[in-house]
């Protein structure tokens, strides 16, 4: 007898891919210091625990990358979906971050 | 050939390449229609320790359109887990494999099988976990019976719900069940048979089988026809429209990839993220393969079908046509005119309308797409011939493909002008066209019921040309 099975686990990572996003992007409108860059080197043990929950259940890691520097898209990958967000505040995060990559 | 490493992304990624694709009427099961897809080409059978295996990080899906707008209706999705039991040993198996549980094997792949239906009663139904598939043949030690270790991997299935099974499904290693000279046609489209005919001479030879010897990695199934159809019929009308599906199959990977550094938390392997990207497809033998250009080769394979109206030139006029006439002086002086191929069009792209051939039509609407196209409501022929419909055989290429189907003839044939006059008349094929072939045969005959596809070649002792 066949078993009915809705992707239970990839929609489940994309919701909370999606919530991971918003928080990030109130994250950087709530903490001016990181808009320039300054790295919050301490986590909370609740944010931890979420992108461990995160990466445990999409069984991979999360990647992020600029899709289209004009619209300020960053695409967020978990699991076997993705997110497109627009936010250049991200992504200038994103840029000041890389160019200590570049140097 | 005839999708076996035509592409150059492809090329260097064999575990996500579809090398050929196969879908038929069976005289032993008529009312289901039986789906192959390959995987995998150039598989030495005695390529361990770590013999061929499905990609464990690659989806292979079979996509069916069954209501002409070349847009899959129904997917049947394979996923692969390999496990190995035995992390200690550098071995694939410690002992012969007397079944598929026997403890002597080591890496064995398990897969998931879903099935996807679109359209007005949309579902996503799990036909199938951890579902086995046989070892590789190995030699005489190792697989001692591979026959049984192969027909234990098939697998009845409940395709409508009822309790019943009613379809069959095999995922493993088999044999390249395709023939091609691959090493005289590459050799600036060289036919061995007519070689002293070629611009560059040499006698007349038979043709030597560059698949011979080898193996690939067979997805199968068999499903009635009823499953297939867009409203649950039997199909029985080869003029209905519904009596037509198209068939193509893919791989695809996810987006992106990432490698570990990290040595203090090192990952057990590489891991994915994201969507799924498609990397190769297949429907008609040989299109990727000598239609389209070098330089469109990646795109094509990146392409839904329903989009392959941008490849129409190079149906219309392929680059094979013109160089006939070049490399075979004097032998194709009607093909020398570089005619326009409107029946490619209509054969490979839309399917064949109702009009051209009496009684048979395989039309898939204007929408121009590459699939394998299949009249279900054709029965099996009683006395097949290998070049199909150009035959006279309506149950043969390219009305579906069966194992025997002699495609690089046919298609062959067919760019050297043979199916023009289906649609113009005035056209008059040179004498040569309906006589090309590569000289070749398969070296393994099929067996007499599903999968079909002969078992492959052990590692320990085989031949190839």
């Known amino acids: 007898m066949a078993d009915s099975d809705r992707s239970k686990t990839t929609r489940r990572a994309f919701l ?11 994250i950087v409108a709530a903490v001016p210091g990181m808009a320039s860059g300054s790295p919050r080197e301490v986590g909370s043990p609740q944010e931890i625990a979420d992108m461990r929950e995160l990466m445990a259940d999409s069984g ?8 289209n520097p004009a ?5 967020v990958m978990l699991g076997e979906k993705e997110v497109v967000r627009r936010d250049f505040g991200l992504m200038s995060q994103l840029t000041h971050i890389a160019r200590l990559a570049v140097r | 050939m005839s999708s076996h490493r035509e592409a150059p992304a492809i090329s260097k990624d064999p575990v996500a390449d579809n090398t050929d694709l196969y879908a038929w009427v069976a005289a032993d099961a008529p009312d289901h229609v039986t789906i192959l897809a390959n995987y995998i080409p150039f598989e030495k059978p005695e390529g361990g320790p770590n013999f061929f295996a499905f990609g464990d990080d690659v989806l292979y899906e079979i996509k069916i359109d069954n209501n002409q707008d070349a847009r899959e209706d129904i997917i049947y999705q394979f996923r692969f887990k390999t496990i ?3 992390q200690n040993t550098f071995l694939y198996n410690t002992g012969p494999i007397g079944s598929l549980t026997d403890p002597n094997w080591n890496v064995r792949q398990l897969y998931r099988l879903t099935r ?3 359209g007005s009663s949309p579902d996503t139904i799990v036909l199938g976990k951890n579902l086995r598939t046989p070892p590789v043949n190995i030699g005489p030690r190792s697989t001692p019976d591979y026959a049984a270790l192969a027909d234990a991997a098939i697998i009845g299935l409940d395709g409508d719900g009822d309790g019943m099974s009613d379809m069959k499904v095999f995922a493993g290693q088999r044999e390249d069940g395709f023939n091609v000279d691959l090493g005289s046609i590459f050799d600036l489209g060289a036919l061995r048979p007519f070689q002293d005919l070629h611009l560059i001479g040499m006698p007349a030879a038979a043709g030597k089988d560059g698949t011979k010897g080898f193996n690939v990695h067979t997805i199968a199934l068999q499903i009635p026809k009823s499953q297939l159809t867009s409203d649950g019929s039997m199909p029985t009308d080869p003029m209905a429209p519904e009596s037509v599906i198209g068939i193509w199959a893919t791989a695809s990977r996810q987006k992106a ?6 040595e203090d938390d090192p990952a057990p392997e590489n891991q994915s993220a994201g969507p799924w990207v498609q990397v190769s497809r297949l429907g008609n033998p040989l299109i990727n393969e000598v239609v389209i250009p070098l330089s469109r080769k990646d795109v094509w394979n990146s392409r839904r079908p329903r989009r392959d109206s941008v490849f129409r030139k190079y149906y219309t006029r392929p680059e094979l046509q013109a160089l006939l006439p070049i490399l075979y002086p004097g032998v194709f002086p009607n093909l020398a005119t570089n005619p326009p191929r409107p029946d490619l069009v209509a054969i490979l792209l ?6 051209i051939i009496g009684g048979f039509q395989n039309f898939t609407g204007p929408t121009q797409a590459d699939m394998l196209r299949l009249n279900m409501a054709i029965p099996p022929s009683a006395a097949p011939s290998e070049f199909g419909i150009l035959g006279g055989d309506l149950a043969g290429f390219p009305n579906g493909r069966r194992l025997a189907d002699n495609v690089a003839a046919i298609e062959l044939r067919a760019i050297a002008g043979v199916t023009l006059p289906l649609v113009d008349p005035s056209y008059t094929p040179d004498a040569a066209a309906g006589l090309l072939l590569d000289g070749t045969s398969n070296e393994v005959a099929s067996l007499p019921e599903f999968p079909y596809l002969g078992h492959p070649h052990q590692g320990f002792e085989h031949v190839h040309d």
């Open chain 1, 60 to 67: 991979g890691p999360l990647v992020a990358y600029v899709r």
């Open chain 1, 71 to 75: 619209k300020g898209e960053v695409v």
């Open chain 2, 116 to 118: 996807i239906r679109r």
């Open chain 2, 350 to 355: 839309t399917g064949i309308p109702a009009g």
């Open chain 2, 84 to 86: 190995v039991t035995n």
């Open chain 1, 16 to 26: 909370k891919v999606a919530a991971a996003g918003a928080a990030a992007a109130g």
């Open chain 2, 257 to 262: 990839t990432v490698r570990n550094d990290d």
